[in-house]
C-alpha cells in the first residue's frame, strides 16, 4: 500500500499500486473512523471504478455503516448528496484528471452541514495505519440505491440570475463532468455547444487535465471559431472548471478567483478570502480595495474548506481552480463556479476579458517543476541566498522570499524528486531572468 496515500486523497495506478484489496482495508480503515452510520458513494466512469467501489463498500459495511449508492457521478454531486442525504460521510471512487490507467479515493465528513475532506491533517494518516492492519475478509453488503441529480441540477439552478445571453463552448473531455452540466445548460436558454460529453474510460481526444495547455486547444479553437463569449473546460471529475476568455485566453486560478471574490464581497458582511501563497499579488491587492481581508495558505484544498468551517469568511480557492463557497457547503463544484462567472458576466454586461483585466498586471509563470533529488538541501540554499539579499522570507508551504518588484514560492513535492517554482515580477524581462537565476541554483 505503499505510496497511495496522498495528502488528500488515496490514489495510485490501476491494479499495481491501486486494487480492490486495498480499496476494500481503505474502505474498512475510513468505516472504523467515522462516527456516524451512514455513507454516500459514487464513481466515476474509469473501467475499474465498479470493481474498486464494490470493494470499498465491502469494506464499508464490514463495520456496520449502512451504503446508499449513488452510481456514476461527478465528485460535486458526491458532496452534495452527502449534505442533501443527511449523511455523515462520503467516498468518491475517481482519480480526477489523471491518466485512464489511474484510481483514486476521496472521502469526506459531513461537519454540521458542510464537507469537510479527509487529507493529512483530518484523518488520512490514521485511515492510513489502519489500513496496514486490516484483513480482508468475505462481506455481502446489502446497499441503498439512489439518484441525486435532479435535486442537485434545482440547487444549482437557483442560483443562475438570467437563463439567456451568452454563447457558451463547454470542454467536458469525456470525464463525468457532463453529467450534470449537460442537463443543467439544457434547461437554460444558452447557446451551448458541447465538446467531448459522453464519459469514456479512456478520454479518447484528450486527458481532462488542466494542467495542461494542449487540452486547451479544441476549446480555444472552438471559442475563437464561433465568437463564442465563454469557454469552458471541466476537469475529470468536475470539481474544477476553467474558463476560457472570448479571445481564447485561459483564465487560471488566481485570475478567476478574483473575479469570484470581488463579486462576493458585494454581498456578503464576511470578508476573509482564503488564497493559496501561489497567487498573483495583484489578488490580494484587488481584494483590499474591495475592503476584503486576503489571507494567504498552504496549498491543499482541503485546508481551505477546514479554514472555512472553522474560522468563516465567504471563499476560499486555489490556483490550480478549485472554488469553495461558504454558501455552498464548503465543496469545490466547477458547476457553481461557472454559474456564479455567468452571473457576474451577466450582471455587469462586461465581456471576460475586461473581468479579468484588474489581475493581469504583473508576469507571472505557472509551475515550473524542476527535477532535484535533494530537494530539502535546495531549500536551504535557496533560503541562505535569498535572506542574504533582503527578501522578506516566509514558510508557510516551502520558501516565499518576497522583494519589492518580483517574488517567487518555492515548494517541494509530496510524491515526487521535484521542487516547483512560481515566480512573479513586475517586468518579463525581469520574470524571466530570476527563474533562470533559480534554476541555476536549484541545478548547480
Keep these: 500500500m505503499a505510496g497511495i496515500f496522498k495528502a488528500y486523497d488515496v490514489r495510485g495506478k490501476y491494479p499495481d499500486e491501486l486494487n480492490e484489496e486495498n480499496a476494500f482495508k481503505v474502505g474498512s480503515a475510513f468505516g472504523k473512523l467515522m462516527k456516524g452510520d451512514k455513507i454516500i458513494i459514487g464513481m466515476d466512469a474509469r473501467e475499474s471504478s465498479p470493481s474498486l467501489k464494490d470493494s470499498v463498500i465491502k469494506g464499508l459495511y464490514g463495520e456496520g455503516k449502512r451504503i446508499v449508492d449513488i452510481g456514476l457521478c461527478n465528485t460535486p454531486m458526491l458532496y452534495f448528496a452527502v449534505i442533501n442525504l443527511k449523511a455523515d460521510g ?13 484510481n483514486g ?4 465528513k459531513n461537519f454540521n452541514g458542510n464537507i469537510l475532506q479527509i487529507g493529512d491533517d483530518s484523518g488520512m494518516k490514521d485511515i492510513e495505519k489502519l489500513a496496514k492492519e486490516i484483513e480482508v475478509k468475505e462481506v455481502e453488503p446489502e446497499v441503498e440505491k439512489t439518484s441525486i441529480l435532479n435535486d442537485y441540477l434545482n440547487e444549482i439552478l437557483k442560483k443562475l440570475n438570467k437563463k439567456s445571453g451568452l454563447k457558451i463552448i463547454v470542454d467536458y473531455g469525456n ?25 469514456k474510460p479512456d478520454f479518447p481526444n484528450h486527458v481532462p487535465n488542466p494542467h495542461e495547455e494542449k487540452n486547451f486547444n479544441d476549446l480555444i479553437k472552438e471559442v475563437k471559431k464561433r465568437k463564442a463569449d465563454l469557454g469552458i473546460f471541466f476537469d475529470g471529475d468536475a470539481d474544477r472548471a476553467i474558463p476560457v476568455d472570448e479571445n481564447g485566453v485561459i483564465l487560471r486560478g488566481d485570475i478567476l478567483i478574483g473575479i469570484l471574490a470581488l463579486d462576493i464581497l458585494k454581498q456578503s458582511k464576511e470578508k ?3 488564497y493559496d501563497l501561489r497567487c498573483t499579488h495583484s489578488l490580494p491587492e484587488e481584494i483590499k480595495k474591495a475592503g476584503g481581508n486576503p489571507i494567504a495558505m498552504k496549498v491543499g484544498n482541503p485546508y481551505y474548506k477546514e479554514k472555512l468551517i472553522n474560522e468563516g469568511g465567504v471563499l476560499g480557492a486555489e490556483t490550480s481552480g478549485h472554488m469553495m463557497y461558504k454558501e455552498h457547503y464548503c465543496i469545490d463544484d466547477g458547476l457553481y463556479a461557472t454559474v456564479k462567472l455567468i452571473n457576474i458576466m451577466l450582471n455587469t454586461g462586461k465581456k471576460l476579458s475586461e473581468l479579468s483585466s484588474p489581475f493581469m498586471k504583473y508576469f507571472k509563470t505557472y509551475e515550473i517543476n524542476i527535477k532535484t533529488e535533494n530537494k530539502e538541501e535546495k531549500l536551504k540554499m535557496i533560503e541562505k541566498t535569498y535572506s542574504k539579499q533582503g527578501a522578506k522570507i516566509s514558510k508557510i508551504d516551502g520558501i516565499t522570499a518576497e522583494f519589492n518588484d518580483w517574488w517567487f514560492n518555492v515548494r517541494p513535492s509530496n510524491t515526487e524528486d521535484l521542487l516547483r517554482l512560481n515566480l512573479e515580477a513586475n517586468t518579463k524581462k525581469l520574470m524571466e531572468e530570476k527563474v533562470k537565476e533559480i534554476e541555476n541554483i536549484i541545478n548547480t
Excluded: C, D, Q, W
Design 90 to 102: 462520503g467516498v468518491m471512487i475517481s482519480a480526477s484528471h489523471n491518466p485512464p490507467e489511474f
Design 105 to 108: 479515493i476521496k472521502m469526506v
Design 175 to 199: 470525464g463525468v463532468g457532463s453529467i450534470s452540466a449537460k442537463p443543467f445548460f439544457e434547461r437554460t436558454g444558452f447557446k451551448v455547444i458541447s465538446l467531448y460529453s459522453e464519459p
Design 272 to 274: 476573509n478570502i482564503f
